[in-house]
């Protein structure tokens, strides 16, 4: 089994602090579904990971072996990130497709043409056409190709449903979840469509604000996130005990999400009523907090 | 292994490609000033063109040269790095398409001089290596340039030929007003043909080689982000 270890992950631009030491071990064989809000630092922590952006502090191994500018360690690494649609001519968006996609069959060396010419065709995507004349979609179905062609052992995408309708992003977790139960490859995706993205995530990571806020079982994480409602004085008995996030008071009326540490119940004999919530409501509970 | 070979196709049709720019280049400046040439009868035509081609494959050779070499920094540098190349490895395969593009000129202008066979093509084959030597000074203008377009953006490739072209121009006044001589040009008469071309190729060689390792410096921690 590999793992990619990351330690005290800095990242300073211009004396603005955006990733504050961040630890973090991915294990082969899993699906990472790494969430947060804009500017947190997924992408930032992304380019860190891949060698595709250094670190100001803080180290990124693989098995031991440093990742930064190691043609051994990235041959078994790829990262897909989201295209910018605003690409210049004078910079990648002046590639066709095509050769984009030729320079992916040389360079990564796991490459599977098959697959990629099957997910072209698919698609529909036009090869002769500029990156740069591109939809937002279809740079995401770019983005994709190389993702699940690369074959890569470990497989990052950064929001690569972006701009995707949703029967493309239906189709999206299909391909993935069929290449997953096909190869055990490791995937960390990241992305703003929570809810859609929660079933294919084993593990769900949260960063906010230059921090990793949690990485736990998708599933554990949610059997420990409840959302205790009723009225004001009855919620803040019933939580006495319990730390709270994102309270909501309307009239006497109060709502609270709580995680429970291991140990902890839910209370009981409290006149409040009890939910339970989903990977998103659990997000903007912990990542929402301060507006 | 396998991958190696799918990288030298990659880079051959680049190269290919290229050679093709710098062709079609030269042809278009040669018969641009061919036109006003006498015809007076097939083979003296045909030894005109083949004295006097290279001479243009070369200044396309150069424009072409000074273009890819900006475009390679520009567009496939972060291409590349992003499909897992380091970007030590990535600035040593520009740098090695660049010099291939130059070999590939100065081959086809010898072989188009050694068929000619004229006095002329004598004298071109002989001034082969200061082609080389201007060869390798664009290509490493256009690495310099290319590689801080790359790192500081066009600001950075305005400010860099602002500076160029401010410092010629206090030189070139310096020089003509008698106050400051660079070296007597006298010296360039006298110097043996074959030496004259090494010290050509030596300084280009000198100024590629500086580039490169400028290149690979700069771009040492460069961050990719399309």
Same mark, same amino acid.
């Given at each position: ?200 995530? $084993? *593990?769900?990571?949260?960063?906010? /604000? =230059?921090?990793?806020? &949690?990485? %736990?079982?998708? @599933?554990? #994480? ?24 994102? $309270? *909501?008071?309307?009239?006497?009326? /109060? =709502?609270?999400?709580? &995680?429970? %540490?291991?140990? @902890?119940? #839910? ?25 | ?226």
């Amino acid at each position: 089994m590999s793992i990619l270890t990351g330690k005290g992950i800095t990242k300073v631009y211009g004396g603005n602090e955006v990733l504050h030491g961040i630890d973090l071990e991915l294990e082969s064989g899993k699906i990472y579904g790494l969430i947060g809000r804009n500017g947190a630092g997924k992408t930032t922590l992304l380019s860190i990971l891949t060698s595709h952006n250094s670190a100001t502090a803080g180290t990124v191994t693989f098995d031991g072996e440093p990742v930064w500018e190691n043609p051994k360690v990235l041959e078994h690494l790829c990262f897909a990130r989201e295209l910018n649609q605003m690409l210049g001519v004078s910079t990648t968006g002046a590639l066709k497709v095509k050769e984009y996609l030729r320079i992916a069959s040389v360079y990564l060396p796991h490459w599977n043409q098959e697959l990629a010419d099957r997910l072209i065709k698919e698609f529909g995507l036009e090869q002769k056409k500029r990156l740069n004349k591109l939809s937002k979609g279809m740079l995401s179905m770019v983005t994709i190709i190389v993702a699940l062609a690369s074959k890569a052992e470990f497989t990052f995408l950064d929001e690569p449903v972006a701009g995707l309708d949703v029967v493309a992003r239906e189709r999206f977790y299909q391909l993935l979840m069929e290449e997953y139960t096909q190869t055990g490859r490791t995937f960390v995706i990241s992305t703003h469509i929570i809810e859609e993205a929660a079933d294919v995530f $084993e *593990e769900v990571i949260m960063v906010d /604000k =230059g921090t990793v806020l &949690l990485k %736990e079982n998708t @599933q554990d #994480l949610l059997d420990r996130a409840y959302h205790i409602s009723g009225h004001k004085d009855e919620v803040e008995k019933a939580c006495s005990f319990l730390e709270t996030h994102h $309270e *909501e008071t309307l009239g006497r009326s /109060k =709502g609270v999400t709580v &995680l429970l %540490e291991p140990g @902890q119940k #839910l209370p009981e004999g409290c006149d409040i009523s009890i939910q339970k919530l989903n990977l998103q409501k659990v997000f903007v509970a912990l990542c929402g907090e301060g507006e | 292994m396998r991958s190696g070979w799918k990288a030298f196709r990659y880079w051959g049709n680049n190269w290919l490609e290229f050679m093709m720019y710098s062709l079609a280049a030269a042809l278009v400046m040669f018969l641009l000033e061919s036109t006003g040439m006498v015809n007076e009868g097939g083979n003296k035509f045909l030894q005109e063109v083949l004295d006097h081609f290279p001479y243009f494959l070369i200044a396309g050779g150069a424009i072409i040269l000074f273009m890819i070499g900006i475009s390679y920094f520009q567009v496939y540098f972060s291409v590349l790095v992003s499909m897992n190349c380091t970007r030590r490895s990535t600035v040593l395969r520009i740098l090695c398409s660049m010099v291939s593009l130059i070999l590939g000129i100065l081959a086809l202008c010898g072989v188009i001089w050694f068929i000619s066979g004229s006095e002329e093509a004598s004298q071109g084959l002989i001034w082969l290596p200061v082609a080389a030597g201007i060869l390798l000074s664009v290509a490493a203008s256009s690495i310099f340039l290319g590689t801080i377009m790359t790192r500081w953006g066009k600001i950075g490739a305005i400010i860099f030929v602002c500076i160029c072209l401010v410092g010629g121009f206090m030189l070139g006044v310096w020089m003509a007003t008698g106050e400051f001589e660079l070296f007597d040009g006298s010296f360039l008469q006298t110097m043996p043909g074959n030496l004259f071309g090494a010290v050509f190729v030596a300084l280009g060689f000198l100024m590629f080689v500086t580039a490169g390792i400028f290149s690979a410096v700069v771009l040492r921690k460069m961050e990719i982000r399309s």
